[in-house]
C-alpha cells in the first residue's frame, strides 16, 4: 500500500467546469504537501504547496489542508483543455526532506 | 529555471547487462533523488543523495545502486539489468531543506530486453 493514496484514478471535466482531487497520507510524519503537474511525455512540475491547514489560492488553483487527517485536496475551477495532464501529490517530513509521491491522477478536459 | 539535464534520454539493454543512468545539475542542490515512473505506481524513489559521497536508499532499493561523486553529478546504476526494469527514470533535485520544490529532468526511457 503506497504511503500516499491519490483519488480518483482518472477524472473527465468538461471545459469551464470545476475539477477536485484528493489525496491523503498514511505517514503521521509528514508536515509538508505538494501537488506536481505533468504533461504527457513531459517531466513533472511544481504546482503548488501548502504546509498549513487551511486553504490557498493561486488564480484557477486553490489547495485544501487538513493537518489532522492529513488529507488535502486539489480544486481547479474554469478548467482549460491545457489543464489536462498527470496530477501527482507528493508529502514529506521536515527532517528528512524526501518526497513520496501518490500514483496520481489522470485528468481530461472535454471540450 | 533549475536545470537538471540526464543522459541518455533513451536506453535499449540487454537481460543481464549494466546499465548507468547519469543526471547532473548546475544550481548547487545540496539533495538529489532518483524516481522511476510506471502507469498506476506514480514516482517510486529509488536512491537520493544529501550530497557528494553520500547516498541512501528510498523505497524500492532493490537492482539498484548509486553514486553521487560530486555535488553536481548523481548516477544510477543497474549492475544486472532485468525487464522488470523497463521504466521511465527521473532524476530531480533541491535545495536541502524540509519544505524543499524538487526540479525534474526530462526523464530516461530504459527498454530492457
Known amino acids: 500500500q503506497q504511503k500516499v493514496q491519490q483519488s480518483p484514478e482518472s477524472l473527465i471535466v468538461p471545459e469551464g467546469g470545476m475539477a477536485s482531487l484528493n489525496c491523503t497520507s498514511s505517514?503521521?510524519?509528514?508536515?509538508y504537501f505538494w501537488w506536481y503537474r505533468q504533461h504527457s511525455g513531459k517531466s513533472p512540475k511544481m504546482l503548488m504547496?501548502?504546509?498549513?491547514?487551511g486553504e490557498k489560492e493561486e488564480g484557477r488553483f486553490t489547495v485544501h489542508l487538513n493537518k489532522a487527517s492529513l488529507h488535502t485536496s486539489l480544486h481547479i475551477r474554469d478548467s482549460q483543455p491545457s489543464d489536462s495532464a498527470l496530477y501527482l501529490c507528493?508529502?514529506?517530513?521536515?527532517?528528512?526532506?524526501?518526497?513520496?509521491f501518490g500514483q496520481g491522477t489522470k485528468l481530461s478536459i472535454k471540450p | 529555471e533549475a536545470a537538471v539535464t540526464q543522459s541518455p534520454r533513451n536506453k535499449v539493454a540487454v537481460t543481464g547487462g549494466k546499465v548507468t543512468l547519469s543526471c547532473n545539475q548546475t544550481?548547487?542542490?545540496?539533495?538529489m533523488y532518483w524516481y522511476r515512473q510506471d502507469t498506476g505506481h506514480g514516482l517510486r524513489l529509488i536512491h537520493y543523495?544529501?550530497?557528494?559521497?553520500?547516498?541512501e536508499k528510498g523505497d524500492i532499493p532493490d537492482g539498484y545502486k548509486a553514486s553521487r561523486p560530486s555535488q553536481e553529478n548523481f548516477s544510477l546504476i543497474l549492475e544486472l539489468a532485468t525487464p522488470s526494469q523497463t521504466s521511465v527514470y527521473f532524476c530531480?533535485?533541491?535545495?536541502?531543506?524540509?519544505?524543499?520544490?524538487?526540479?525534474f529532468g526530462h526523464g530516461t526511457k530504459l527498454s530492457v530486453l
Open positions: 504547496s501548502i504546509f498549513s491547514n
Open positions: 505517514d503521521r510524519n509528514v508536515d
Open positions: 530531480a533535485s533541491g535545495a536541502g531543506t524540509g519544505g524543499e520544490r524538487l526540479f
Open positions: 544550481n548547487n542542490h545540496n539533495n
Open positions: 543523495s544529501y550530497g557528494a559521497g553520500s547516498t
Open positions: 507528493a508529502a514529506s517530513d521536515y527532517n528528512q526532506g524526501k518526497l513520496i
